[in-house]
Antibody
Framework: QVQLQESGPGLAKPSETLSLTCSVS????????WSWIRQPPGKGLEWIGY???????DYNPSLKSRVTISQDTSKSQSSLKLSSVTAADTAVYYC?????????WGQGALVTVSS | EIVLTQSPGTLSLSPGERATLSCRAS???????LAWYQQKPGQAPRLLIY???SRATGIPDRFSGSGSGTDFTLTISRLEPEDFAVYHC?????????FGQGTKVEIK
């Protein structure tokens, strides 16, 4: 059973770049899709996008101009970068395995955007 | 983008009762690529159902999914105390993947 663990700063300043890493253990990061989903406090889930180890990516159009999802196979990690953040980007960020339905989830990382 | 609308927003029921949750899509969800998740406070969502009606590994058979096209239903046949939570539907037929706003099942 693959395990996912998000890590990164819990605080980001407005206009800066939010960066999170997802460490994958118990399974291969290769030949799989790795997705990021976020959830603002008290609100619903929002799909951010995914990366495949082929290099293929797909992003939510609402975030596409600001988001980059990448994968480092040698480190068994997926990474999320979201630029020009505002308070509206405050959320719990989850990494997940897959591109369709999501069985495996990390525990989530709360990122607060505040000066 | 496919917009998913869940109803009701909150469902107040007693343990042992049957829960019926609805998820309606703004356009056809091809191949019935629809999933249901359960989420408890402070936890990540847990996959219950995929492909509209297939139970995920380890999910009790009191959870069932049905529907096709634009109308989907999650049924919990007899509510157990641990089933009181928020339930989300999600479509993966199109990009971007989208989620409903959630239905909270609370103890009456």
């Amino acid at each position: 059973q693959v395990q996912l663990q998000e890590s990164g700063p819990g605080l980001a300043k407005p206009s800066e770049t939010l960066s999170l890493t997802c460490s994958v253990s118990g399974g291969s990061i290769s030949s799989n899709y790795w997705s990021w989903i976020r959830q603002p406090p008290g609100k619903g889930l929002e799909w951010i996008g995914y990366v495949h180890n082929s290099g293929a990516t797909d992003y939510n159009p609402s975030l596409k101009s600001r988001v980059t999802i990448s994968q480092d196979t040698s480190k068994s990690q997926s990474s999320l970068k979201l630029s020009s953040v505002t308070a509206a980007d405050t959320a719990v960020y989850y990494c997940t395995k897959g591109s369709g339905w999501y069985f495996s989830w990390g525990q989530g990382a709360l990122v607060t955007v505040s000066s | 983008e496919i917009v998913l609308t869940q109803s009701p927003g909150t469902l107040s029921l007693s343990p042992g009762e049957r829960a019926t949750l609805s998820c309606r899509a703004s356009q056809n969800v091809n191949n019935n690529y629809l999933a249901w998740y359960q989420q408890k406070p402070g936890q990540a969502p847990r996959l219950l159902i995929y492909d509209a009606s297939s139970r995920a590994t380890g999910i009790p058979d009191r959870f069932s999914g049905s529907g096709s096209g634009t109308d989907f239903t999650l049924t919990i046949s007899r509510l157990e105390p641990e089933d009181f939570a928020v339930y989300h539907c999600q479509q993966y037929a199109n990009s971007p993947r989208t989620f409903g706003q959630g239905t909270k099942v609370e103890i009456k």
